[in-house]
């Protein structure tokens, strides 16, 4: 069994770098990702990446400088 079965990851930075490294670790090791990013197209790419592996991902646009935007990631994340 996956060492993050059941669980949720939200991923903050998911569309390059170390939000990318870590979202594909994290659904590697079992974990459904929310993929959060302010470019909407590269959160998406990581998340049909994740998806295209096996794993379960859904992509969110937010600004985590954004109150606003934070809630709608959490929101996803706990959908």
């Known amino acids: 069994m996956s060492r993050l079965a059941n669980k949720v990851a939200l991923i903050t930075g998911a569309g390059s770098g170390i939000g990318l490294e870590s979202a594909t670790l994290f ?4 974990a459904q990702v929310v993929c959060v990013d302010v470019d909407e197209s590269t959160a998406a790419e990581t998340a049909a990446s994740i998806n295209n592996e096996g794993g379960e991902a859904i992509s969110v ?19």
Do not use: C, P, Q
């Not at 659904?27 to 079992?30: M, N």
């Not at 937010?62 to 996803?76: F, G, L, N």
């Open 61 to 79: 646009r937010a600004d985590v400088s954004s109150a606003t935007d934070s809630e709608t990631m959490v929101r996803a994340a706990i959908d």
């Open 27 to 30: 659904a590697k090791e079992g």
